[in-house]
Structures are given as structure tokens and as C-alpha cells.
């Protein structure tokens, strides 16, 4: 064979393997799959045989849910564009809070069982809730001064401080303050729950409790307090942390903890933070709807700690 047919047929070869290459489906690319394909001709998706299409006599996904009473439940007051927004800002953030108070509730039977890895896992997703909690500010944030005050006056003393998700969070986490409850007088039910809560330990009063329970002497007075009343700091709290994080090997079931601790006071306020900061970019420095002296009330929280000697333990580290 000549040199020129040899080049010939190699062209040919070539070709050919070109061609094969392109018309050939590629084993195991569910994108070249032609079974799965998107549809070139009409850029659709084939709906597959085995999809499940008659719900008249079945759960449908929208019946779980309850999405008709969900997607019904916005009702704005007024014809403006962004009181959608608010609404529905406020009302996620209503189901998130009470997500977090059923994993903070969670977390407390944990605790008193001892059963600390499955109370890991429920703070730990506290935390993420918060954090979701305080993207969502981010949202509201594109509401601007002006297209508020275009339906602020219609909330009349509607306001969220008088969120009972809120205050049932506060309550399990330590910062209980009975005068708190007065504003849930009209709604028996939350007032009753939160009432409740207000003479139940909180999630740190059980902590404390572990501790007793670990070996660490902690003073009696603290451990008959009247759990109604906000914790305040406490020097055999403080000690008792003070050999956990100097012998976190020994004791790292209470380390854990307490970094978890840690994490959702963490998160919880850079939420408070990013609330005011909202409240202070669209309304500057007026008072909040429900009578409060808005930013300068908001502020005052980020100076509560609910669990202070494990932010002390570490100066004294």
C-alpha cells in the first residue's frame, strides 16, 4: 500500500471514529441518556409513567401541608405593593420561631436524661435556625423608608414584641421576665403556655443541673432559686465551667455542651443585632408600633446574656 493510501485510510479511520463518537449515548450520563433527556424539540421534560397523577381519593402534597389555609393566611390591610413582603417576612418568621422552641424543648429532655448526643444534634440545629432567621432581615431590608410609611399606620398597635414565639424562646433560653406576659393577656392560650414556661427551668437551669449531676459543687441557693426570675451569673457556675474548658478531655460531654451553648447565644445575637439594624434602616429612630422606643429598646437586649460565665470562663482561661 502506498504512502498516499495509507493516509487515505487512516482519514478514513478517523472519521469513523469521529462520527461514532458523536452518535454513540455516553454509558452512565443520565444527561446523555435519551430515556431522561430534555426534550430538544420543545425544550420540555417527559413526564415519567410512574409519577403518581390522581389525588381525589389520596394525601396530595398540598393537603399535608395544608398549603390552602397556609397561602390563604395573607391578608394585607391595605393595596400597597410591599405589605405582601412584610407579611409574609413576619409570618415565616413565626414558623421558624416555633421550630426552634420545639427543638429547645426537645433539647431540655435531652439534657435531663443525660442523653447529650441527641441534644448536640437539636441545638445545633437551634443555631441554623437563627441564622435563617437573620438572612430573612435581609429581605425585609429592601423595603425602604418610604413604601413602609405607606402602611405603617394601617398595623395600628401591632407590633412584634408581642410575638409569643419570640417570648417562649426568650423564657426557654433563661431571660424570664413575668411583665413580659401582660401584653399576651388577650390571647388565653399563649398567655397560659407562656405563663407555664415562666415557672419551668430553661434550657440553662438544666445545664446547671448536669453540672451537679457531673460532680461540680454549685450553691444551693442558685439551685432553689425561683426559676421564674431571670438567671443572673454565678461564681460556682463560673468555677464549675472553669474545670470543664481546662480539662475539656475529661469532661467532654460538658465542653460539647457547653460550645453548643455557646453557638446559640452566638447566633441568637446577631439575630437581635440584625433586627435593629432593619428597624433602624427603615424607621431610623422613631417608636415602634406597639408603644417601645424602637432601636434604643432593641439595643438594650444585645447587652443580655443568656448564659454568662461561658463568655466570663474565657477571660479567666
Known sequence: MTNGEN???GSKKQANKQKKSTTEP???????????????????????????????????????????QVLSAQQPL???????????????????????????QSAIGFIQAENFGPAFKVIARVKQIFM????SWNILATLTPSDYLKFRDDLGRSSGFQSCGYRKLEFLLGNK???????????????????????????????????????????????QRDVSQAYQRNDSVLDAWLSVYRKPEQYFELYELAEKLVDIEDAFQQWRFKHM??????????KGTGGSSGVGFLKKALDISFFPE????????
Open 26 to 68: 455516553l454509558s452512565n450520563c443520565p444527561f446523555h441518556d435519551s430515556a431522561n433527556n430534555v426534550n430538544a424539540d420543545d425544550n420540555t421534560r417527559p413526564l415519567e409513567s410512574g409519577i403518581h397523577q390522581d389525588f381525589n381519593d389520596e394525601m396530595s402534597y398540598g393537603d399535608y401541608l395544608r398549603l390552602e
Open 177 to 223: 421576665n413575668a411583665a413580659m406576659l401582660n401584653v399576651h393577656q388577650a390571647n388565653s392560650s399563649a398567655y397560659q403556655e407562656l405563663s407555664n414556661l415562666l415557672r419551668k427551668n430553661s434550657l440553662y437551669d438544666e445545664v446547671i443541673i448536669a453540672l451537679t449531676k457531673a460532680g461540680f459543687p454549685i450553691d444551693n441557693t442558685l439551685l
Open 78 to 104: 391595605t393595596s400597597e405593593h410591599d405589605e405582601m413582603l412584610f407579611i409574609i417576612i413576619h409570618q415565616t418568621s413565626e414558623l421558624w420561631l416555633k421550630l426552634a422552641g420545639h427543638e429547645l
Open 277 to 286: 439594624y432593619t428597624v433602624q434602616r427603615i424607621i431610623g429612630y422613631k
Open 310 to 317: 461561658l463568655f466570663e470562663v474565657r477571660t479567666h482561661l
Open 7 to 9: 493516509q487515505k485510510t
Open 132 to 135: 435563617q432567621l437573620t438572612q
